[in-house]
């Protein structure tokens, strides 16, 4: 999804530059020992869809919609929970491009939580 490419990209640069003006560059989390990470996740799934094509288990799975709320239709909780939020992360002046209406292409990315044992890399002996 392009807004997540460009903004995600602006964003994560924006902050390496301050983590490396600032002399701490030594504190970013992608230098971070593995024996340190509080969780570890497994990608399961990723796919490209169209956003408003999002059905009720996805709208969940983001965690827009309150714990309390049951039943209802998806495309209430779209109106009602996904497009807010969703449009209240995109630039004002790219909602024409980028918001809830103009319905752009997603990234969608399903993720596990695992224990660090199921971990695939090996533990490094040599330090």
């Known amino acids: 999804m392009m807004i997540h490419s460009m903004n995600l990209t602006k ?8 983590f490396l003006h600032a002399g701490l560059s030594q504190n970013l989390t992608i230098h971070m020992p593995k024996e340190a990470a509080r ?22 799975d983001e965690g827009v919609v309150p714990n309390s709320v049951k ?9 009602d929970y996904m497009k807010p939020v969703w449009n209240s992360i995109v630039k004002k002046s790219d909602l024409n491009k980028y918001g809830w209406n103009a319905n752009p292409w997603v990234w969608v990315t399903k993720f ?6 199921d971990t695939p890399w090996k533990e490094n002996t040599t330090r």
């Open 11 to 18: 964003i994560l640069i924006s902050r390496i530059t301050a």
């Open 112 to 117: 596990e939580k695992i224990n660090k044992e």
């Open 39 to 60: 969780i570890f996740l497994r990608v399961t799934d990723v796919r490209v869809e169209r956003l408003q094509d999002m059905n009720m288990n996805d709208i969940q």
């Open 71 to 79: 039943g209802g239709q998806w495309q209430q909780w779209q109106r």
